[in-house]
């Protein structure tokens, strides 16, 4: 018995409990007695109570019962192993368990008494759990189905429970973000007690490859991240440069100018520039743009790197056209059409009006607009990786080729990691950088642009 | 009209140029100001007019330019090259009978049997061009006589007419370069590997097929055997994942925060939370994922399971949204007449506001599980950039999903390769035309103006 199927078993019984709740509900009223609440209200609370404990156990069971076993059996590994660094350790405990899943294969004799104690602390865990998380369901059960009276004020306790329910549903998203606040810090902070913050924030410099052996000779990895951050601003700024003018352009014409007809589809229309998935821009970059800016750049006699940081700048700028017109779009709509009309009335043409009279108003909103553009742009991963290179180069040229800090992130992590190389770590410095950095963007400009909507409300 | 006056005026102003600055101003009245700007303030309004013309006009030409790149890029992978063929299956050179037991006939050499059939029809002289020759066809070829024999072990013995698999150099060429002049020729296949190909185009053997392989294989290292079976069955069970984990979740916490948490800095700052989290980049979500998920709870990587949870925790905020404003949409009169008639505030919110609210919250999870759809950079942090084979068959096995699959495939330098990576992208972008659609139909058709 595994866990989805005990899930399943308590599934039923909560269903089970319903009915009978409910029953049992009807039996006493039918006898005539008033009930404070109703029959459904008796089995909603017997389906609660039996179920909710119950599977809330079987949760926090299966998700800390492999850290638990694991710390269990590294007590039963060889002293000699149990002395490694913990890669080391890591492999041999996978190796104990596809010895225990996959018996007959010739073990290291070794390992056998981990295989052993594997296969015990396996049965015992699931008797344990299936024993424990069933009887909490039946005692549970037993409890609420006694408490099954006239007198019990089953809806209102009901109530509190399912408010409950939808209370911790919400603290999700707070947990999210604890959860990216720890886990990126914490592997940070473990970075920065091997590189100095200042040589990371300051220094011109990035080679992360660290030698893996002691005696190797090579590089010892250097950490420094300004190239990382020029070469993400150097992409943002062109993507930028065109995705500001065209959305705000194309928002003012869409709203100010348009017909009906023409918004109709138009607007949707450019919003499907929104919704194509990044990895489709990314391939569209590395495999048209950027071969054909290559083209164009050696007939003009420029030498164009075939990852130039152009390609990709301009091919985000699209991206992000839909993302600056649709919000400027929003800000310019609730301008008030009193400041129009008053604009007009003083013989203002539209054109002089939208300059002077609307955008002015709309500005702080129009701000916050490219603040939450500007903040997706230094977050855009998939393009950058795709058309962007790897060098580190620290260039304000648009035709060289640059790398960001999320293209960093991406090539440091993906493959084998260890998670106690600079090199693995360094990846969470970058992502927490990242992280604060849009933060603080989106925060300021959430606020600008819910503050400007109160103002004309 | 205009006109005379505008001359009037020019004239007046070059004969009162000379004079002092305080004569022309009073020598203008502000109509004839306002007359002598208007040529100049209408050329303005029409340039502005135009360039934000020009702006639509270049979102729209992006579009299309996007997609006609990548259909152009792409309808090739839905056809294979495949060559008509006679090959006798010969019991004893595969040592099988009409008895062989299956395990027999998956280790029979069809490789040999196709290499001699090719050998002794061409008669190719020397090792090098005999290498050449069966270079010309893929090695999927053997496994397609190995399917036919497991299907109908009869036929052994038989002489049998069978479409084998052309190499993935020889279907880029078949498709694409055949009609162009000598020179601009793709430089992979030798003069007398062309020679041999054009006596089958003579013969009328050599022809495309629908390529239904490439909707039933896994990944694979041989083009022409590539397919998005895996990569599509596994985002099916990760955004399954997703919506049975973010649905839920997601109404709950909007109705909480909409009907039911007390006005407070506490609820406050949920909400900015909320916010916020919706405008964090999403490759933050696969580092959260893999110091939690992987390191923290040991799911194991590279499965939808770890792949839905990730992506349920990055559409929350979206569907969390989406949700509450479809939840403020119902009107106060609702829950009021509700109360009225004696419902207390949990049936009024799900008796009632949560029916009516429901096409609004579908919409906004359908436009959510389309952002997880296209979603690659969290899944490629937490393992899902494998090379899978095999196709998936539950939320624990190794798999990849589609978007993945489209970068795997556009890193590949064979010129198949990226045919079917476009392939595959004319593929993903139907399935979001179609959530896409879905989700405006029903907003069209379920959602009440009050």
Request: glycine letters at 6%; hydrophobic letters at 50%.
């Amino acid at each position: 018995m595994n866990f989805s199927s005990l899930l399943i078993i308590v599934i039923i019984v909560l269903g089970g409990a319903y009915f009978l709740g409910r029953n049992r509900a009807r039996a006493i009223s039918n006898q005539g007695v008033r009930m404070h609440s109703l029959p459904d209200h008796y089995g909603t609370l017997m389906a609660l109570w039996t179920g909710v404990p119950a599977l809330i156990l079987l949760l926090t069971w299966h998700l800390l019962e492999g850290p638990v076993i694991n710390h269990l059996l590294v007590a039963q590994l060889p002293a000699a192993i149990q002395q490694a660094d913990s890669s080391t350790i890591q492999l041999t405990i996978s190796k104990v368990y596809n010895l225990a899943s996959a018996s007959g294969i010739a073990a290291d004799p070794s390992l056998l008494p981990a295989v052993e104690h594997l296969t015990a602390l396996n049965e015992r865990t699931l008797i344990l759990n299936s024993g424990i998380a069933l009887s909490l369901c039946l005692v549970c059960f037993v409890i609420t189905f006694r408490r099954i009276k006239p007198e019990l004020r089953a809806r209102s306790e009901m109530e509190r429970i399912v408010n409950l329910l939808l209370l911790s549903s919400s603290g999700i998203a707070v947990l999210t973000t604890v959860g990216i606040l720890a886990s990126v810090m914490f592997e940070a902070w473990m970075f920065f007690q091997q590189v100095n913050p200042l040589e990371f924030l300051f220094g011109t410099t990035w080679s992360p490859q660290v030698a893996l052996r002691a005696d190797q000779s090579g590089s010892s990895g250097s950490f420094g991240a300004v190239p990382l951050f020029a070469g993400t601003l150097l992409i943002s700024s062109i993507a930028m440069i065109i995705a500001v003018p065209v959305g705000l352009m194309a928002a003012i014409y869409l709203s100010e100018y348009a017909s009906s007809n023409v918004r109709k589809y138009a607007k949707p229309a450019l919003e499907v520039l929104a919704g194509i998935p990044t990895v489709v821009y990314g391939f569209f970059a590395a495999l048209t743009v950027a071969p054909f800016i290559r083209a164009l750049g050696t007939d003009l006699g420029l030498e164009v790197s075939s990852e130039s940081a152009l390609a990709a700048g301009l091919v985000m700028g699209v991206m992000i056209i839909p993302f600056v017109s649709s919000l400027s779009d929003d800000v310019i709509n609730a301008v008030p059409q009193s400041l129009r009309d008053g604009s007009f009335g003083l013989g203002a043409t539209k054109n002089e009006t939208i300059r002077q009279v609307v955008i002015p108003a709309a500005l702080p909103g129009i701000v916050g607009a490219v603040m939450l553009a500007v903040s997706r742009a230094i977050g855009e991963t998939m393009i950058v990786a795709m058309a962007a290179g790897l060098a580190a180069n620290l260039t304000a040229n648009p035709l060289d080729s640059v790398t960001t800090v999320t293209v960093q992130i991406v090539t440091l992590l993906v493959g084998d990691q260890e998670f106690d190389s600079p090199k693995t770590l360094a990846a969470f410095a970058l992502g927490l950088v990242l992280f604060l950095a849009t933060l603080i963007l989106n925060f300021v400009a959430i606020k600008i642009v819910q503050k400007y909507r109160e103002q004309y409300d | 009209m205009t006109d005379i006056k505008k001359n009037d005026s020019h004239e007046k102003k070059s004969n009162t140029s000379t004079e002092s600055n305080t004569m022309t101003t009073t020598q203008l009245t502000t109509r004839e100001k306002v007359e002598l700007s208007l040529g100049r303030r209408r050329a303005a309004e029409t340039r502005f007019r135009l360039y934000g013309m020009a702006s639509v006009f270049f979102g729209m030409l992006c579009l299309v330019v996007l997609f006609t790149d990548i259909a152009s890029k792409g309808t090739g992978a839905f056809k294979q090259t495949s060559l008509t063929t006679e090959i006798v299956l010969d019991s004893d050179y595969l040592n099988l009978n009409k008895e062989s037991t299956i395990d027999e006939i998956r280790f029979a050499n069809f490789d040999g049997l196709i290499k001699r059939h090719f050998a002794k029809m061409l008669k190719p002289k020397g090792r090098s061009a005999k290498r050449e020759l069966f270079k010309l066809i893929s090695p999927g070829a053997s496994w397609q006589l190995q399917e036919l024999l497991l299907a109908n072990p009869d036929a052994i013995d038989t002489s049998v007419s069978i479409e084998l698999l052309m190499d993935d150099d020889v279907d880029q060429w078949f498709k694409h370069d055949r009609e162009l002049a000598e020179g601009h020729m793709n430089d992979r296949l030798s003069d007398q590997q062309l020679v041999w190909l054009n006596s089958w185009i003579e013969e009328g053997k050599l022809d495309t097929h629908f390529n239904t392989l490439f909707f039933t294989n896994g990944d694979s290292r041989e083009p022409e055997l590539a397919g998005i079976h895996g990569a599509i069955k596994g985002t099916l069970l990760t955004l399954m994942v997703t919506l049975i984990l973010s649905f839920p979740i997601g109404v709950a916490a909007a109705i909480y925060l909409e009907e039911f948490a007390p006005r407070n800095r506490m609820t406050e700052i949920v909400e900015i939370n909320i916010n916020n989290l919706a405008a964090v980049p999403s490759i933050i979500f696969g580092l959260l994922g893999m110091a939690i998920f992987i390191n923290i709870f040991g799911v194991s990587r590279s499965t939808p399971l770890l792949g839905g949870l990730v992506l349920t925790l990055m559409t929350l905020p979206t569907i969390i949204i989406s949700a509450r404003a479809a939840i403020k949409s119902v009107p106060p009169s609702i829950r009021e007449a509700a109360y009225g008639l004696g419902a207390s505030k949990n049936q009024v919110v799900f008796h009632h506001v949560l029916p009516l609210a429901m096409p609004g919250m579908l919409t906004g999870t359908i436009l959510g599980m389309a952002q997880a759809l296209g979603e690659t950079a969290p899944l490629l942090m937490i393992g899902m950039v494998a090379f899978v084979v095999d196709v998936p068959g539950f939320i624990n096995d190794p798999s990849t999903v589609l978007p993945v699959q489209i970068f795997l495939w556009s890193d590949s330098p064979e010129r198949a390769f990226l045919e079917r990576t476009s392939g595959a992208i004319l593929v993903l972008l139907s399935f979001l035309v179609v959530m896409n659609t879905t989700a405006v139909i029903l907003r069209r058709r379920l959602e009440r103006r009050w």
